[in-house]
């Protein structure tokens, strides 16, 4: 399984940015998906994650609370390619950001970086004040 995780770069704040991550050798429909970011000197923190298709319970992607309403996670199981669209960028929004997927089937706690089985080598996003 390969994560491959692009679209990072710098912007001035208040800017926009869309990551994406391509899989290989794994179906990202039956995964839950999510995205974290890491900055220097911090532990890995969650941003937002998107269950599986058929998971349990169902429901609407979640979000850290210091990213909702500017962060939008979505996938195109056609293309089997998990998105990250960042929008209103802050210095604090600077990291490194990380695709990651569930087991297949599995269902996990979102908000945990150890419930996540794959992971991709990361995106750095750099927004300037």
């Known amino acids: 399984v390969q994560l491959q995780a692009c679209g990072g770069g710098l912007v001035q704040a208040g800017g926009s940015l869309r990551l994406s991550c391509a899989a290989s050798?794994?179906?990202?429909?039956?995964?839950?998906m999510g995205w974290f970011r890491q900055a220097p000197g911090k532990e890995r923190e969650f941003v937002a994650a998107?269950?599986?298709?058929?998971?349990?319970?169902?429901?609407?992607?979640i979000y850290a609370d210091s990213v909702k309403g500017r962060f939008t996670i979505s996938r195109d199981n056609a293309k089997n390619t998990l998105y990250l669209q960042i929008d209103s960028l802050r210095p604090e929004d600077t990291a490194v950001y990380y695709c990651?997927?569930?087991?297949?089937?599995?269902?996990?706690?979102?908000?945990?970086?150890?419930?996540?089985?794959?992971w991709g080598r990361g995106t750095q996003v750099t927004v300037s004040s």
């Open positions: 998107i269950k599986w298709s058929g998971g349990a319970p169902r429901g609407a992607p």
């Open positions: 990651s997927a569930a087991s297949p089937f599995f269902t996990i706690l979102l908000q945990i970086p150890g419930e996540y089985k794959y």
């Open positions: 050798g794994l179906n990202i429909s039956t995964s839950t």
